[in-house]
């Protein structure tokens, strides 16, 4: 089973430029969630997809930031425009939906890491 | 509130030394989920452990230990006979919401290292 992959990598860009990040989770999962971890601290929680609809988005920063999961599959998280403060990486982790709770782990991707300018 | 906290930021050890990492949580919630999760270099986010509050039993997976106890609201990892391949970095998370385990609050993390 393929695991959660996320593209690109590594992103530099300058500050005012616009990046979007991609997430695609393990086949199957309908739970998406992104997480930031910024200048060493600890990770946090930005958002939760259940399929395509936005369960919990609360953790999300400001109004720069925008994800979106189209289909209920991939998702991508854009951020426009980047600020110095961005930086960080960011995570996204999917687990399967049993159809009661979210009680199945989180299986993480590698990470994008993000670095402006 | 809640937190996690890891007030080892960074441990470094011989190999086949036994190495504890420090959790503790703050919870306002009688339910709740405690997570281990490992960052090898590669990046990647690695389960090794959920455990529920209303499960205090220690719980053992080959050289890996954990130590749950509500009364000092501890969640602590050990690694017995620690071996190089066990260098990463090591978070603890808490869960409050007992249908949402998904979304997690992290501590800061703690960097081992397993020297030769």
């Known amino acids: 089973e393929a695991g959660v992959t996320q593209f690109p990598s590594h992103s530099v860009i300058e500050k005012g430029q616009t990046v979007t990040l991609r997430c695609d989770p393990i086949?199957?999962?309908?739970?998406l969630y992104w997480y930031r971890r910024v200048m060493g601290k600890e990770i946090k929680f930005l958002l939760h997809?259940?399929?395509?609809?936005?369960?919990?988005e609360s953790g999300m920063p400001n109004n720069r930031f925008l994800a979106e999961r189209t289909g209920g599959t991939y998702s991508t998280l854009k951020v426009q425009p980047a600020e110095l403060e961005d930086s960080g990486v960011y995570f996204c982790?999917?687990?399967?939906?049993?159809?009661?709770?979210?009680?199945?782990?989180?299986?993480f991707g590698n990470g994008t890491r993000l670095t402006v300018t | 509130a809640q937190k996690v906290t890891q007030a080892q930021t960074e441990i470094s050890v011989v190999e086949k030394e036994d190495v504890t990492l420090d959790c503790v949580y703050e919870?306002?919630?009688?339910?709740?989920?405690l997570f281990w999760y490992k960052q090898p270099p590669s990046g990647e986010l690695v389960f090794l452990i959920r455990?529920?509050?209303?499960?205090?039993q220690n719980e053992i997976s080959g050289r890996y230990s954990w130590n749950f106890q509500k009364s000092t609201s501890s969640f602590n990892f050990t690694i017995t006979a620690s071996q190089v391949v066990d260098s990463a970095v090591y978070f603890c998370?808490?869960?409050?919401?007992?249908?949402?385990?998904?979304?997690?609050?992290f501590g800061q993390g703690t960097t081992l290292q397993v020297k030769p």
């Open positions: 982790a999917s687990s399967h939906w049993d159809g009661s709770s979210y009680n199945s782990p989180l299986h």
């Open positions: 086949s199957g999962h309908d739970n």
């Open positions: 919870t306002r919630d009688t339910t709740y989920y």
């Open positions: 997809f259940v399929k395509e609809s936005k369960q919990d």
């Open positions: 998370a808490l869960s409050e919401a007992p249908s949402n385990t998904g979304k997690l609050i």
């Open positions: 455990r529920n509050s209303f499960d205090e």
